[in-house]
Every structure is written in structure tokens, then in C-alpha cells.
T-cell receptor, first 112, second 113 residues
Framework: DQQVKQNSPSLSVQEGRISILNCDYT??????FLWYKKYPAEGPTFLIS?????DKNEDGRFTVFLNKSAKHLSLHIVPSQPGDSAVYFC???????????FGTGTSLTVIP | DAGITQSPRHKVTETGTPVTLRCHQT?????MYWYRQDPGHGLRLIHY???????DKGEVSDGYSVSRSKTEDFLLTLESATSSQTSVYFC????????????FGNGTRLTVT
């Protein structure tokens, strides 16, 4: 049973506009959430994280929002650039164990 | 980039043969993980280690075993490979466990014919 879900397999955005990637989770014990970016033939690269005590975390063009009551997080990329075209995974973990659970990924295409 | 090396990068093997994948890190991180990536499933945890000789199962551990005799090395063994184990395997490391980021290697593409 998928504990972390990314319901949009793909997303296309014009260069310079905002990209919004969404993620939902089911386990209320999750306390730590991460976003990863993956290019073909490479391993996932850590982008940004947020702990459950916050509802927002920013790092340059990347902002992650967490809505605990809705069990939902999102990644905003502003402005989007062609180099952002990749597959994005969200992940979650919690104090119950050292396992990280990943979503199935969203493929982002930024159109020049 | 985190110092994580996976070997081999590509491997083709036959059904029923044993296969060992190696992950080597130079970061001295305590936690090491093996994931597999398959279309429609994202990344799924096979096994992880929280110290030398300390390992635990993940959600898709059947058919796999692991060993960690040194901090820097984490081995994944398929005792008798099956076609369902054709996948891309990623090793990851973490400094503090559940509340610190995972850093991944570049993966091993395994094909079982």
C-alpha cells in the first residue's frame, strides 16, 4: 500500500512560470519530508526538506509547503528553467523507524 | 557530491545465478540503504543498515540479503536471481537516519534473463 502518493505522472510548464508538484501521504506518523530530483541514468539528488514543525521552507527558487491536516506537501519552483526538466520524487520518514517512503515520481518538462 | 560508488554500473545475468552488488561510501555515514526503482513504483526500500553488522528489512526484502562488515561497504546479494528482480538498484547513505537527507549513488542497472 503506497504511503506516499504523487498522483500526477507528468507536468509541462513554460520557462519562467511556476511549477507546482504535489504529494500526498497517509501515515500521520511521518515527521520529515523531502524532495528529490532525478535525471536519467543518475541517482536522485536531494533538493529540499521540511520537518513537521514547519509549514514552509525555502531554498532559492525552491519552496516546499506542508499542510499536515491535509497530509499534503507541494514543491514550488519559481521561475522554472529548462534545466529543471527531470523526474521529481517526494519522500517521507518518521520517528517510528529509519525508513524513507517515496512517491512514484512526477516528470516535469520545462518548455523553453 | 556525496562519496558513494556503486559497482557494477550494469550487469546482465541469468535466472538462478547469484549476484552481489556493492556500495562503497567515503562519508563515514552510519546509515546505508538499498532501494530498487521500477516504473509505476517509484523507489522501494529493500534493506537498510544502521551500523556495522546491524541491518533490517525494508518493504521488498524477499529474495535479497545484505551484509555490512565495514562502515564504508554495504553489499546486496540476490541468492538466486529471478526476472522480477530486473531493476535499477540505488544505494543511499544518511548521517543521522530518519531526519536527515538520503544521498544516493548513481545506480546499478541489473537485467536478469
Amino acid at each position: 500500500d503506497q504511503q506516499v502518493k504523487q498522483n500526477s505522472p507528468s507536468l509541462s510548464v513554460q520557462e519562467g512560470r511556476i511549477s507546482i508538484l504535489n504529494c500526498d501521504y497517509t501515515n500521520s506518523m511521518f515527521d520529515y519530508f523531502l524532495w528529490y530530483k532525478k535525471y536519467p541514468a543518475e541517482g536522485p539528488t536531494f533538493l529540499i526538506s521540511i520537518s513537521s514543525i514547519k509549514d514552509k521552507n525555502e531554498d532559492g527558487r525552491f519552496t516546499v509547503f506542508l499542510n499536515k491536516s491535509a497530509k499534503h506537501l507541494s514543491l514550488h519552483i519559481v521561475p522554472s528553467q529548462p534545466g529543471d526538466s527531470a523526474v521529481y520524487f517526494c519522500a517521507a520518514s518518521g520517528t517510528a523507524g529509519n525508513q524513507f517512503y517515496f512517491g512514484t515520481g512526477t516528470s516535469l518538462t520545462v518548455i523553453p | 557530491d556525496a562519496g558513494i560508488t556503486q559497482s557494477p554500473r550494469h550487469k546482465v545475468t541469468e535466472t538462478g545465478t547469484p549476484v552481489t552488488l556493492r556500495c562503497h561510501q567515503t562519508e563515514n555515514h552510519r546509515y546505508m540503504y538499498w532501494y530498487r526503482q521500477d516504473p509505476g513504483h517509484g523507489l522501494r526500500l529493500i534493506h537498510y543498515s544502521y551500523g556495522v553488522k546491524d541491518t533490517d528489512k525494508g518493504e521488498v526484502s524477499d529474495g535479497y540479503s545484505v551484509s555490512r562488515s565495514k562502515t564504508e561497504d554495504f553489499l546486496l546479494t540476490l541468492e538466486s536471481a529471478t526476472s522480477s528482480q530486473t531493476s535499477v538498484y540505488f544505494c543511499a547513505i544518511s548521517d543521522l537516519g530518519w531526519n536527515s537527507p538520503l544521498h544516493f549513488g548513481n545506480g546499478t542497472r541489473l537485467t536478469v534473463t
